[in-house]
């Protein structure tokens, strides 16, 4: 990756500190520009679907598709981070992407399109993801160096959750206005920024491994994650804040309708205090990341989280649920990000891709779990229920965390 490794005290300090690395600065931007793209063809794909079917059951298969990938290949997608050219992994993933836009965009303008070409797309997307993103996440800590490393994560946070605002208004005026091709087409686009930004990293020199296959390095690197107290705890809490936190996203358009009472207008006002949030909180954690007491700091920001989730189950106020939603958003962001940046402070380097790639399997299984046990919880005892019930396990096991893990606890 670019050379980042001695960067001047005067430079390691501030909110966008390193946005002063020329290097990062350009991946961030053509991630940004390409993850607007891809929450563009997202709202699209499923408009699409949802025209050809009228099945609310296929936009679920085209959820599953899309998921399910990392499920399956995330693992080995750490494996390929740590052997092979992380931009490569990556350069060859976001090509696959920018193709697979194009082709459906021009199914969609000759009128060929299928549903189950749709089905393939989230297939294909969510594949070059799950092998690619151990090796994404490792290019930022390597372009940013260790003192600059937290101050990155938080700030591709910050992007992600930018692009996540502006993606789907875009997506929203151009399927009025032009058609969902049009959607295709721009994300397609949209992946030259960051094949350019891929294309002007320099490698960096990284240890050597074993000349293995590919499973005793799996295996090495499971081991070798299992094997460290701290790392395990700081799993256990993304599994929290994934399966237990992550759900009330699923479940607002049913709080918008039968608590708070507020309808179509209300779930937007929601779903934006909570990216709002998300974004204040990856700021904030931007301008601090180097800030002592991380470990705790995790602890304080997922008993948080939970707290304002049961604050939101137990509110009939719209405002203090938005509020609540805010801060439940910032909470979030500044935890993860945080369990990122320590993952890839603590590991070895040559660990280092395999580690993350345990991260990302954690937090994406997990979610699909706490969905159903969501979805269970509301059907048969309310929304309300559901949401302080997700509430409490997530301040029960993260407090627990807190006892029991003296490790997470002690980290600096």
Not at 93 to 119: C, D, E, K, Y
Not at 149 to 176: E, K, T, V, W, Y
Not at 272 to 291: D, M, T
Not at 306 to 313: C, F, S
Request: charged share 10%.
């Amino acid at each position: 990756m670019a050379q980042p490794d001695v960067t001047p005290p005067s430079q390691t300090h501030g909110t966008f500190a390193a946005l002063r690395l020329p290097a990062f600065r350009r991946f961030w931007a053509g991630t940004m520009v390409s993850n607007m793209g891809t929450w563009m063809q997202s709202v699209a794909q499923g408009w699409l679907m949802l025209q050809l079917t009228d099945s609310p059951f296929m936009l679920g298969v085209v959820g599953f598709a899309n998921t399910i990938p990392s499920v399956l290949f995330t693992l080995l997608g750490g494996v390929a981070a740590d052997r092979f050219d992380r931009r490569k992994v990556c350069f060859a993933a976001q090509s696959v992407n920018m193709v697979a836009a194009f082709v459906l965009g021009t199914l969609i303008s000759t009128g060929a399109v299928r549903p189950w070409h749709i089905v393939v797309l989230a297939f294909t997307n969510g594949l070059a993801w799950a092998m690619s993103g151990s090796s994404f996440h490792s290019i930022i800590g390597d372009m940013a160096g260790k003192e600059l490393r937290g101050n990155a994560i938080a700030l591709n946070s910050m992007q992600f959750h930018l692009s996540r605002s502006i993606g789907p208004s875009l997506a929203g005026i151009i399927l009025a206005h032009y058609g969902a091709a049009t959607c295709f087409y721009g994300n397609g686009v949209s992946f030259v920024f960051v094949l350019y930004a891929l294309v002007m990293l320099t490698p960096m020199p990284r240890p050597a491994l074993p000349q293995t296959g590919a499973w005793d390095q799996l295996k090495a690197g499971v081991a070798y994650t299992a094997g460290n107290r701290t790392f395990v705890g700081l799993l256990v809490h993304t599994v929290c804040i994934s399966g237990l936190g992550m759900p009330i996203m699923t479940l607002l358009p049913v709080v918008a309708r039968d608590v708070l009472h507020t309808g179509a207008s209300g779930l937007g006002h929601l779903m934006a205090a909570s990216g709002i949030g998300a974004v204040c909180g990856a700021l904030l954690l931007a301008r601090r990341a180097s800030a002592a007491r991380r470990g705790p700091r995790v602890l304080l920001m997922g008993i948080l989280y939970g707290t304002a989730i049961i604050t939101i189950g137990s509110t009939q106020n719209p405002w203090l649920a938005m509020a609540m939603l805010a801060l439940g958003g910032a909470a979030s962001v500044t935890s993860q990000a945080t369990v990122n940046t320590l993952l890839q402070t603590l590991s070895d380097d040559s660990m280092r891709g395999r580690v993350l790639s345990i991260y990302n399997l954690a937090f994406v299984a997990a979610m699909p779990l706490g969905n159903l046990l969501s979805g269970w919880l509301a059907q048969t005892h309310g929304a309300s229920v559901a949401i302080t019930v997700l509430g409490s396990l997530m301040v029960a096991l993260i407090s627990g965390i807190t006892v029991f893990s003296p490790t997470v606890r002690q980290i600096d």
